[in-house]
């Protein structure tokens, strides 16, 4: 059962700001979309520090503004009977699958701030950052992962396999939405879909990969030290 996702956090203070870890549970995905919207007003008006939720969702297929019909490749009977859940978003990409096992980090952050604007970039930089991140993270459980030319999200070291999805939205200057990592979800739910609409590689996990179980509280742990380090938001 999906739970409303807490509004408690735990704020990381830096010498140059603070960014809120929240850490939600299992949480629906139109619910934590609300949500998003809600503390990206909260960033801009400087109402709320930059934050960075973490949560899963249930079974979800969230479909980016550029995803085509055709990348669906299930009947509305089919996704009933399965429990899926088809959204439409206003983020970037194509279409993605969200389910439990597979964590879901939603940074809402100011691209620019006032004075420190040489500090950050646009879009581009953080998306190239935020597959660092996901990179780094890997990297502590002994997996090696890399970036593909031409394509958007975390891969296999020998590019063949995504682990790592990326989809933001930029809007007056504040990012939400963000990236899910495949710690140990179904990955035959992915066979629904043409995920990123990319229909020759496949989609993995780190339990797969690793052959080995993986605790996503431990990933979580891992990207929040490194993504408020990479935003130069925290010193740990």
């Known amino acids: 059962m999906a739970t409303r996702p807490s509004t408690d956090g735990t704020d990381i203070a830096a010498g140059d700001g603070t960014c809120r870890i929240i850490r939600a549970g299992l949480v629906d995905y139109r619910e934590a979309w609300d949500w998003q919207v809600r503390i990206a007003d909260g960033v801009r008006d400087g109402s709320q520090p930059e934050t960075l939720v973490l949560l ?14 055709s990348d669906l490749l299930l009947d509305e009977a089919t996704l009933a009977t399965r429990g899926i859940t088809v959204v439409e978003t206003d983020r970037g990409g194509l279409i993605t699958y969200h389910g439990p096992g597979q964590l879901v980090a939603y940074p809402i952050i100011r691209l620019r701030r006032g004075p420190l604007t040489n500090r950050r970039g646009g879009p581009h930089w953080y998306v190239r950052t935020l597959e660092q991140v996901i990179i780094s993270v890997l990297a502590e459980f002994g997996l090696g992962a890399t970036t593909v030319e031409g394509r958007t999200g975390v891969w296999t070291a020998d590019g063949q396999r995504k682990i790592a999805a990326i989809g933001v939205k930029i809007a007056a200057g504040v990012a939400y939405h963000g990236f899910a990592i ?19 590689r496949a989609v993995t996990s780190m339990a797969a990969e690793l052959d080995a179980t993986v605790d996503i509280g431990t990933v979580a742990d891992g990207v929040a030290r490194r993504f408020c380090g990479a935003l130069d938001l925290a010193g740990d």
Do not use: S, W
Request: contains cysteine; aromatic residues 6%.
């Open 56 to 69: 899963e969702h249930p079974h979800t297929y969230t479909r980016g503004r550029l995803a085509p019909d």
């Open 182 to 200: 495949n710690v140990d979800p179904d990955l035959i739910m992915f066979d629904g879909i043409i995920p990123c609409g990319i229909p020759d």
